[in-house]
């Protein structure tokens, strides 16, 4: 059994790394990336859904940055150091939340 979840685990992992080489264009776009994951005896499917499941959390990512941006707007987290405190804490990226601060203030 352990050894049937190692290689689950490494199927799985190679099914990322390639969804990541997809998504730097590594493999073209449309009909040519599935013929070369395909010619690379990859399966398309399971590597797409990978793009897709990755993308999707990078635009959730965006969505809750800009979120908390709003609601660094309306002083939930404070000013100066105590903000940079309260985002950091809560595992937001400070310098990315206040850029989008930034940007929506303009």
Do not use: C, P, S
């Amino acid at each position: 059994k352990a050894e049937a979840e190692r290689l689950a685990a490494e199927a799985e992992a190679k099914i990322e790394a390639l969804a990541k080489e997809v998504i730097q264009g590594k493999f073209g776009n449309g009909a040519d990336r599935k013929a070369a994951l395909e010619a690379a005896g990859h399966d398309y499917e399971k590597v797409q859904a990978k793009v897709n499941e990755l993308l999707g959390a990078a635009k959730k990512e965006v969505q809750d940055i800009e979120a908390v941006a709003r609601d660094v707007i309306r002083g939930k987290y404070g000013n100066g150091a105590d903000r940079k405190a309260a985002l950091e804490k809560a595992g937001y990226d400070y310098a990315t939340v206040q850029a989008k601060v930034n940007e929506l203030l303009k």
